[in-house]
């Protein structure tokens, strides 16, 4: 959103920190409107005349569950308890893998959306 600033202080003829009349936070001066970008596009880099496509990196998730059966997975319960690489069925966060045991009765576990600590073993 675009808001009422008050400049708080500048460097010679540039603004660098300004005050939110609306929130009363302090932060620094953003040139362009939200949404625009400072610097201009990227051009594709060719490889021998043709653009090389972006590569896309695994994400951590993806590449732990790359080797995983998931037809196995086992659907949550704070009941049951969990090792290492378990892959695990959760009924809110949906599939994620084991990635460590805390506290012995606590779980580690990431799912496509983050990681989450889970109890196990109660």
Do not use: W
């Not at 500048?10 to 929130?23: A, E, I, L, P, S």
């Not at 610097?39 to 005349?49: D, I, K, L, S």
């Not at 069925?89 to 994620?96: C, K, L, S, V």
């Amino acid at each position: 959103m675009m808001l009422a600033h008050t400049i708080e202080a500048m460097v010679g003829d540039k603004v660098v920190r300004v005050h939110c009349n609306t929130c009363k936070s302090q932060h620094s001066y953003k040139a362009n409107p939200p949404g625009e970008s400072l610097r201009p596009a990227r051009e594709a880099v060719t490889v021998g005349g043709t653009p090389r496509q972006p590569r896309m990196r695994a994400s951590r998730y993806q590449s732990l569950l790359k080797d995983k059966n998931v037809e196995l997975a086992k659907v949550y319960s704070p009941k049951d308890r969990y090792e290492l690489g378990d892959v695990l069925e959760h009924a809110t966060f949906g599939r994620g893998i084991a990635t460590a045991i805390k506290e012995g009765d606590k779980l580690e576990v990431l799912f496509e959306s983050g990681s989450k600590t889970l109890v196990h073993g109660r």
